[in-house]
């Protein structure tokens, strides 16, 4: 008893996972095994103490302490087989398994001979093993809310089961006829609308509609159960809350001795009475064999009585004729002389005809024998025809299948190749290519798209400038003017956004024109080839490159004087290697400037631009810069044609992303306007700005020209 205590609390410290350092369930444990061993209750209870094994030696105690009630419920086991051996649960009457992760139970459960409650609801099982046959005490069994597919036939060998609960299993859609052999089975609990046998009609009947129905597929009678109450009552329920330390009435440690004696002795008298009608049941069929032996001596008897006598008779009339004969022969010979030859003759043909019909029996025999050699010999070369057949045929069939496989992946390459063909040649005339590469040229050379493309440009360089200047701002710990910036950040993300709009509808007046295109009546083949071809002929060449070598100062004062979308005129001027400063109101309309005042802005952007590249090469300048021949002389000095050369010193305030501190800055946050992260970096999940931790209503995705 000691070696098995011992064993338990030496396994106490690995039955909750290699990871699990939950003290309080092994204190748990650790009490109820201290109260199991010092207890004089029948009552083993380990349940709720998140154990992945039977303690080492719980059967044993099960056994040494006359255990009778065994508590495994809510727990996180999967097998019976680290407790001991099941056999040394010979005295338990209970046991509750539910709530664990069982998914079969072992054979060895045919050792629970006295086991009359077995609960093992909410686990994984997915069969009852043939052996609980042997378990011929159990009177309640709980399979619910199991993965059970099927039920063993041994289950019908349960006499004295009286209450079965299989619900709650998906895959269980049929009962073993065999149940209709537990005669005293009064509660049968299943899910009867998943039923296919019996039917959902008799299914969702009640316990003797289902058994009468089983009854009659197996053609047996029904016989109503005994209707014993006590049989029904449960000495514990699988939900029922077990306290340890809670008084009950129980008796002494002598009475239940006395009881525990009592049991064993009735045990042992019932097996002597079983054994006893056993040999009785042994020497009831020894004594039934005796009589029907001496049946079959007495018939036998009676043949040999009956063929005695026969031979006596025949004796009595062979003695009769030897006697007639005597008398005949000395009264006349002729006669029986006659008489003797006649039979001698009938005895020989009599003989003939015996060894006649014995030849003739013969030769049948030996023809039948002749002709079934004879069948069974086609029958071998037939068969062995039809293999050497089938061979060559398989052989053939094989070879033709080669072929076609070889022809038809000829004929799909030669396919490929012609679909490939087909392709390309309908890829040269597909419309709807040539209508997109129209509409994209289109969209580039067009003025006002590429001013808006300009401006978008400009004022997302200005929220990076803003966001890479407050960044130095608070590295060099500089007093700014939050608000200042704040507020020149939030205008610029309005213009913005005012350009965004301005984009989009121009993109839709450009659909609208091919759209226009489109349906002119003189359409050819290659309509939008043609266009694609004038429109590449119209457009500047410099034009479609403009937006790489345009000094960012330049367009930034056409911007600030509101004539950016006059730019697409001034091309010409801008790629002629002649100083800006020489352009006069005049040249501005013969290039197709019409309106005065965008003449005027044009003549001021470029005077502001003039004057600035001055004081940057430490000219004096005035603010209004007039046309005068010594300005003229030093400006063509310095030929400032409003184009940034592959030599040319400006260099361009990049943000630099604050998150992944790689790419460049890609986005706007609204309402804050910073511009400080990243396109794949603004993807993540951020609810705030990440420089000044102001929320963020949307996004804007913007380019740095």
């Known amino acids: 008893m000691g ?15 290699r990871h699990n350092n939950d003290n309080d369930a092994r204190a748990v444990l650790e009490r109820k095994l201290y109260i199991a061993k010092e207890s004089p209750e029948p009552d083993f209870d380990l349940s709720e103490c998140q154990l992945r094994q039977v303690p080492s030696g719980t059967y044993s105690i099960c056994k040494v302490y006359r255990k009778e009630y065994l508590y495994l419920h809510n727990n996180n086991l999967q097998s019976l087989e680290e407790g001991g051996q099941l056999s040394d649960l010979y005295l338990i009457k209970v046991i509750n398994l539910s709530g664990n992760r069982f998914s079969y139970l072992p054979n060895d459960i045919r050792y629970l001979v006295n086991l009359t409650e077995l609960y093992i609801q909410h686990n994984l099982i997915k069969t009852l093993p043939e052996t609980i046959q042997y378990m011929q005490s159990l009177k309640i069994l709980d399979v619910s809310d199991n993965k059970l597919k099927s039920l063993t036939p041994s289950i019908g060998k349960l006499k004295n089961l009286r209450k079965l609960n299989i619900t709650q299993n998906p895959d269980l859609n049929e009962l ?70 809670a008084r009950r009435n129980t008796q002494t440690w002598e009475e239940q001795e006395a009881s525990i004696m009592e049991q064993e002795n009735r045990l042992h008298k019932a097996a002597k009475e079983q054994r006893e009608r056993f040999l009785n049941k042994v020497l009831q069929e020894q004594i039934e064999l005796d009589s029907e032996i001496a049946k079959v001596h007495s018939v036998k008897e009676n043949d040999r009585q009956k063929l005695i006598k026969a031979i006596q008779e025949e004796e009595k009339e062979i003695t009769c004729l030897v006697n007639n004969f005597i008398q005949s022969d000395n009264l006349k010979p002729e006669i029986i002389q006659q008489q003797l ?51 060559n045929n398989m052989k053939q069939n094989m070879l033709i299948q080669d072929l076609e496989v070889s022809e038809k992946l000829t004929e799909l390459l030669n396919a490929k190749d012609q679909s490939r063909t087909t392709l390309v040649e ?70 913005l956004d005012d350009l965004f709009g301005q984009q989009n509808k121009r993109r ?39 937006g790489k070598s345009l000094d960012p100062a330049l367009a930034n004062y056409l911007l600030q004087e509101g004539v950016i979308h006059c730019l697409p005129f001034l091309v010409k001027f801008l790629f002629s290697d002649e100083p800006i400063v020489s352009i006069t109101r005049e040249d501005l309309k013969l290039s197709g400037v019409s309106l005065s005042s965008d003449r005027e802005g044009i003549i001021r952007a470029i005077n502001s631009y003039v004057g600035a590249k001055c004081e940057n090469h430490n000219f004096e300048a005035s603010t209004s810069i007039t046309p005068s021949a010594p300005v003229e002389e030093n400006v063509e000095e310095q030929k400032f044609t409003g184009v940034v050369t592959t030599n040319s010193d400006v260099s361009v305030m990049e943000a630099e992303c604050v998150i992944c501190m790689d790419a460049q800055s890609e986005v706007v946050f609204v309402p804050c306007g910073h511009m400080c ?9 951020m609810d705030s700005c990440p420089m000044c931790r102001s929320s963020i209503e949307r996004i804007i995705k913007v380019m740095i020209a």
Not at 3 to 17: E, H, P
Not at 431 to 448: F, G, N, P, T
Not at 532 to 545: F, H, K, V, W
């Open 341 to 391: 030859a006649y039979e001698q003759s009938e005895h020989d043909r009599l003989l003939e005809i015996t060894r006649q019909n014995y030849d003739n029996i013969r030769k049948v025999d030996v023809l039948r024998a002749m002709e079934m050699l004879i069948e069974e010999d086609y029958t071998v070369k037939h068969s062995k025809k039809y293999y050497e057949d089938s061979l």
């Open 508 to 546: 839709k007046q450009l659909v609208e024109t091919l759209r226009e295109m489109e349906t002119e009546t003189n359409k050819s083949n290659d309509f939008w080839l043609k266009n694609y071809q004038r429109l590449i002929d119209s457009a500047p060449r410099s034009l479609l490159n403009v």
């Open 3 to 17: 070696c098995a205590v011992s064993c338990v609390n030496r396994a106490t410290m690995s039955l909750f996972g």
């Open 176 to 245: 073993c006829p065999e149940l209709c052999l537990v005669t005293n089975l009064t509660t049968l609990e299943i899910d009867g609308d998943q039923f296919l046998f019996p039917p959902p009609d008799i299914a969702t009947q009640d316990t003797v509609a289902i058994m009468k129905f089983l009854c009659k597929k197996m053609n047996i009678e029904y016989c109503s159960p005994l209707s014993t109450e006590a049989d029904l009552a449960t000495v514990q329920t699988p939900n029922m809350v077990l306290d340890p330390f």
């Open 677 to 685: 992260c990243c396109q794949s970096c603004s993807g993540k999940e």
């Open 426 to 495: 309908q890829l040269l005339e597909d419309q709807d290519i040539q209508k997109a590469i129209v509409a994209s040229l289109l969209e580039k050379v067009d003025s006002r798209t590429w001013s808006l493309n300009q401006e978008i440009s400009l004022i997302s360089s200005h929220l990076a400038r803003l966001s890479v200047i407050e960044q130095e701002k608070k590295k060099l710990q500089i007093a700014y003017n939050y608000n200042e910036l704040l507020q020149q950040r939030v205008q610029l993300v309005n213009l």
